[in-house]
């Protein structure tokens, strides 16, 4: 962008004058031209001086649009949410849920990370139950049974990938739930004072700067992170009233203060409950930056950068830098006059959601930050509707579920849950944490109010808190640097990625080595690493379900002294979140008893037939596909002794027996040759690098062996031909890998649950004596819907009368997120 010299005006004057006087004073034409000459000299030299200038600023703001850019495509954003089909559960009871993987600036459905990983967390960050879950297109689902061991109270749901491991955990996906253990006593544990309360104060831009006003933000909070009703006063050391404040929503609020020079403020506050406490206000600096952002009209968005410096002339130009999740929206130069900058940006060219707006030095130095939200135009059109306001027990419910308006293919889930006194009210949608959470710091109580009808004081609510929850999903000073930084975690492409650390006897790291990681099983499936200059290897684990018992080791033969330490996947670092007190008001404690004996009834009538999983079609065959020779031991004579089976049976192979024990030799048929070193051989997918150990092994447990003749690559080795046993059990079947092996359950990608909910069809099911106390009626998380498309979903009631929620919530295919509620009511007639 071209600056405007502030001399350029007084440029024109001056070839004006000089055409002038070239015209009225023809007699002086060998005068007038010589100074025509000089003046134009000069001109030319102030001309040329300025557009340097300009031509160096424009080059600052290419730089700094470049730095941005190149930082953005080397750390793209990932948001993650979950949709879950209640806030509240009983431990026996399953929590149902849905993940919706989108890319982080534009909220496209993903296809990048293949793993979200689910965890619940108490109010102390340890994690209760863990489980990885499969992404396809953007979306994935799964299931966590809430075990009796658990203690009643508030707990966090997060969720994550790894590639989102690389920024702060205030960027995973955290939702509040509450767990009711209906036979343990509340315990009352590690309880924070109610009348506790602390008050943050936040300057607009970031910092308060003598001589210059300011608007000052507040938010005073409980211990419990919810905010709290005040009045208070702001005083300087004098105590001199200088500003009267109490908050407009949620405990969060504004003034505004010009500080002087060697004066400091402080806020005196009294709650609801009359505490009374003292806290500073940030000091303020002699010289720096303020800004101000002053939504005047409709169409534009002012600006305005005060400075205040003994030298203005140093201080200027500034730069000027908006963006919504990395896309740059616009950016310039403005010259600083008299102290102050007018920046003007039409609201059309922002994006919509939360914009930050950076000011920068003449050294491209960030000196003030700014958020500010434009409303979203865009959310799906959906519908739905019950066929009836009111069922029966055990009756049918149609669903009718329609996408209207210009909504692309929709994915969406759906929750049919009975409303009663112990459900919270739901306080986040899809719709407001892609838009406004997600992209914030901290907890936002009550994120729905901020998405009610536009009106003065949720505007005025909005902007308050902008200001006080200013966070940008990355560092200023990764984006500037001269060298980019490189991600610690990878994105999971392909399935599951198993980290380890390779390290010998001290606990040092050793570099080069190779790793085997295998997974215990009939299906034949082996990973290789070699480890990095860290001692770091990943082994990429595609197919990986359910809980398998995994060895990871090094080549012994090699190496004796090295092994595989296997790293906890799941993050070990929290957001600092806080969780409120629990409690249950006495009056819902025939709710609870009631909602307990149906899901112990549900248990014991339902429990064996209400865990079914979906089959998922997993190749089978052995990682080198096809062997080139196999053989099925029981068609031939038996041995007792493997040497006799490997010389009898498998021409293929030669045994070899040396001063170090047993060799295999395999025929290299390609090269028609033999390969001078040991085949990769295993035993059910285990490697077995001491051939002594597998001639020591009682054949009569093996089932079958099959040999690969050829080179083989896998990953970052090549093997010697393959021989692999395949033991009739899958499961070592007795065969003792070696001691320096690490061997443990490890927990893959969770299997699809079922939702199951009973059928009453005809007469005769409606009449059954089994009890239904079924709370959640329906869920289902695979539903779709293409433009204008209608949809009928059908499911029962169960005997528990009362009103019942649909939830739908779903992302559309360019990103496009919301959601819906309807309700219906269900009546025994009989009674």
Not at 124 to 131: G, I, T
Not at 416 to 439: A, C, F, H, M, P
Not at 574 to 599: C, E, G, I
Not at 622 to 628: N, R, S, T, V
Request: hydrophobic fraction near 35%; charge should be positive; charged fraction near 25%.
């Amino acid at each position: 962008m071209f600056v405007q010299p502030t001399g350029h005006n007084e440029m024109k004057d001056t070839f004006k004058m000089a055409d002038r006087g070239t015209v009225k004073n023809r007699p002086c034409t060998s005068i007038i031209l010589v100074f025509h000459a000089c003046k134009m000299t000069l001109l030319c030299l102030v001309f040329g001086s300025m557009c340097a200038t300009a031509h160096g600023q424009q080059s600052a703001l290419d730089t700094l649009k470049k730095r941005f850019d190149r930082y953005r495509t080397s750390f793209p954003q990932e948001k993650l949410f979950l949709h879950i089909d209640q806030e509240l559960y009983l431990t026996g009871e399953t929590l149902w849920f849905k993940a919706y993987y989108v890319d982080g600036s534009l909220h496209h459905p993903m296809d990048i990370s293949k793993v979200a990983y689910v965890e619940v967390l108490d109010g102390d960050n340890r994690p209760v139950l863990q489980a990885k879950i499969a992404l396809k297109d953007g979306v994935g689902t799964g299931a966590l049974f809430l075990p009796a061991s658990m203690n009643s109270g508030n707990y966090h749901l997060r969720a994550y990938t790894q590639w989102m491991k690389n920024f702060s955990p205030d960027q995973f996906f955290h939702k509040k739930i509450a767990i009711v253990n209906a036979f343990k006593k509340l315990e009352a544990a590690n309880a924070r004072p109610v009348n506790g309360f602390t008050v943050q104060f936040f300057p607009e831009g970031g910092h308060l700067v003598n001589g210059l006003k300011s608007k000052v933000a507040f938010q005073a909070l409980n211990n419990y992170g919810r905010g709290i009703n005040f009045t208070g006063f702001i005083v300087n050391t004098k105590n001199d009233t200088i500003a009267r404040i109490r908050p407009h929503k949620f405990g969060i609020g504004n003034f505004e203060l010009t500080p002087e020079e060697g004066e400091t403020y402080s806020a005196i506050i009294t709650d609801t409950l009359n505490n009374l406490r003292k806290f500073n206000i940030p000091a303020a600096s002699s010289e720096g930056y303020v800004l101000q952002i002053k939504d005047s009209t409709s169409d534009l968005l002012a600006i305005r950068v005060l400075v205040n410096s003994a030298a203005n002339q140093l201080l200027s130009p500034i730069y000027y830098f908006v963006h919504a999740r990395q896309i740059i929206a616009s950016a310039g130069v403005r010259d600083v006059v008299n102290g102050k900058a007018l920046i003007v940006v039409p609201k059309k060219d922002l994006r919509d959601g939360i914009s930050h707006i950076t000011i920068f030095d003449k050294n491209l130095r960030p000196q003030a930050e700014r958020l500010y939200f434009k409303r979203p135009e865009k959310k799906i059109a959906v519908t739905v509707l019950a066929s009836q306001n009111e069922y029966g027990v055990r009756r049918k419910v149609v669903l009718d579920l329609a996408a209207t308006g210009n909504s692309s293919d929709l994915n969406l889930s759906l929750a049919v849950v009975r409303t009663e006194s112990l459900q919270e009210e739901v306080k986040g949608n899809i719709y407001n944490y892609i838009w406004l959470t997600s992209d914030l710091k901290g907890t936002i109580e009550s994120p729905n109010y901020y998405f009610g009808a536009s009106a003065t004081d949720v505007d005025t609510a909005l902007d308050n808190l902008m200001l006080t929850h200013g966070w940008r999903r990355f560092n200023w000073t990764d984006v500037l640097g001269q060298e980019q930084k490189k991600p610690s975690f990878i994105p999971e492409y392909r399935g599951h990625l198993v980290r380890g650390l390779v390290t010998d006897v001290n606990g040092r790291p050793s570099s080069g080595i190779p790793a085997y990681l295998s997974s215990i099983g009939k299906n034949i499936q082996l990973y290789t690493a070699r480890s990095n200059a860290q001692g770091a290897v990943q082994f990429e684990m595609k197919d990986f379900w359910g809980r398998k018992k995994i060895i990871a080791q090094t080549d012994t033969k090699l190496d004796s002294t090295l092994q595989v330490k296997i790293e906890n996947p799941y993050s070990d670092k929290y957001a600092t979140l806080r969780l409120d007190a629990f409690s249950l008001p006495s009056q819902v404690s025939k709710s609870l008893v009631n909602r307990s004996v149906a899901m112990q009834v549900q248990d014991v009538y339902y429990g064996d037939s209400s865990i079914k999983y979906t089959l998922k079609a997993i190749d089978s065959t052995a990682f080198y596909g096809k062997p080139d020779e196999i053989y099925y031991l029981d068609d031939y004579t038996r041995f007792p002794v493997m040497e006799e089976v490997m010389r009898e049976y498998v021409p293929g192979v030669m045994v070899r027996k040396r001063k170090d024990g047993f060799h295999f030799l395999v025929l290299d048929n390609v090269r028609k040759t033999i390969f001078q070193q040991n085949p990769m051989v295993m035993i059910d997918g285990v490697p077995v690098f001491d051939i002594d150990k597998i001639m020591a092994f009682d054949p009569l447990r093996v089932k079958k062996l099959e040999v690969f003749t050829r080179g083989y690559s896998l990953g970052p080795l090549v093997f010697s031909g393959i021989v692999s046993y395949s033991t009739y059990t899958g499961d070592l079947n007795g065969f003792q890998p070696d001691p320096r092996s690490v061997s443990l359950d490890y927990e893959g990608l969770q299997r699809q649950r079922i939702f199951y909910a009973p059928q009453y069809e005809n007469e005769k099911q409606r009449e059954s004596r089994l009890p239904d106390r079924r709370n959640l009626l329906f869920w289902d998380s695979l539903v779709t819907l293409k433009d204008g498309e209608k949809k009928q979903l059908e499911f029962y009631t169960s005997d528990l009368t009362g009103e019942y929620t649909i939830v739908v919530e779903g992302i559309s295919k360019d990103g496009t997120c919301g959601g819906t509620t309807a309700s219906f009511k269900v009546k025994d007639f009989n009674n």
